[in-house]
């Protein structure tokens, strides 16, 4: 006799063994780590089941360069457009993850031998991906240099994205954002790419649709590509 089994399949899960999905987005807690001078990240229950309120209801105060999150032109261009008018096609599609090791500035001559084409969306996985579990803020941290800005957003890239909280440098920040926000070049910022290793990536990364702001927290995931391309180089790390 067949008993029929009243069980909710979840799509998602079903080829999860063969192509999971790997979530690259740094979770947002109460006083995680936060860019010096940026608004603190504050979690609350204003209600909750425990104090015998009828549901649980939290408060998340944080500025929108929180965690994992997406530049807008607008963060550093007057009159830039702000992240609720950046392409989907930004920040969904093919990636590449590249591996620059224990690098502690990303330069042209680190990047200009990798096969990177126009419309690629490149993602930097550095030595900051080690620093995520962290309380305090690392000064040190792994950026681009503004004249691999500079070299990539004349390549005409799509994306590119890095596992800290800014592509810049503390001190060159904005030598390093402009040349890319004005070329297009969609920003992401704060991955945790501690999970993934260098190569082909399917990408779907979602900012908050937060009308006309400077940039939005997003949810960023990762799935490994069946593609391959011949005519890329090695996506090793770099010696």
Not at 96 to 110: C, E, K, P, W
Not at 121 to 134: A, C, D, I
Not at 178 to 187: F, K
Request: hydrophobic share 40%; proline share 5%.
């Amino acid at each position: 006799m067949h008993v029929a089994l009243d069980v909710a399949v979840n799509p998602l899960t079903l080829h999860e063994a063969e192509e999971p999905w790997i979530d690259v987005t740094v979770p947002i807690r109460h006083g995680m780590v936060h860019w010096p001078g940026n608004p603190e990240i504050v979690v609350t229950q204003t209600e909750h089941l425990q104090r015998g309120d009828e549901a649980t209801v939290s408060c998340v105060s944080l500025g929108v360069h929180t965690g994992t999150h997406v530049d807008a032109p607008v963060h550093f261009i007057v009159d830039g457009a702000g992240v609720d008018t950046i392409r989907l096609d930004r920040l969904i599609g093919l990636a590449r993850v590249l591996d620059l090791g224990d690098v502690d500035r990303i330069r042209r001559s680190d990047i200009e031998t990798r096969g990177i084409r126009a419309g690629d969306r490149v993602l930097f996985k550095t030595r900051n991906s080690r620093y995520w579990g962290e309380k305090d803020f690392r000064r040190d941290y792994t950026c681009l240099a503004p004249e691999a800005a500079v070299w990539l957003a004349g390549q005409g890239v799509r994306t590119i994205g890095i596992d800290y909280l800014s592509v810049g440098a503390m001190e060159s920040g904005a030598d390093t954002h402009r040349p890319l926000l004005a070329a297009g070049v969609c920003i992401i910022e704060g991955l945790d790419l501690s999970r993934v290793g260098p190569g082909l990536y399917d990408l779907i990364c979602l900012p908050l649709r937060l009308e006309g702001l400077d940039g939005a927290p997003a949810r960023a995931i990762l799935r490994k590509s069946h593609l391959t391309d011949p005519s890329r180089k090695a996506e090793g790390k770099s010696t």
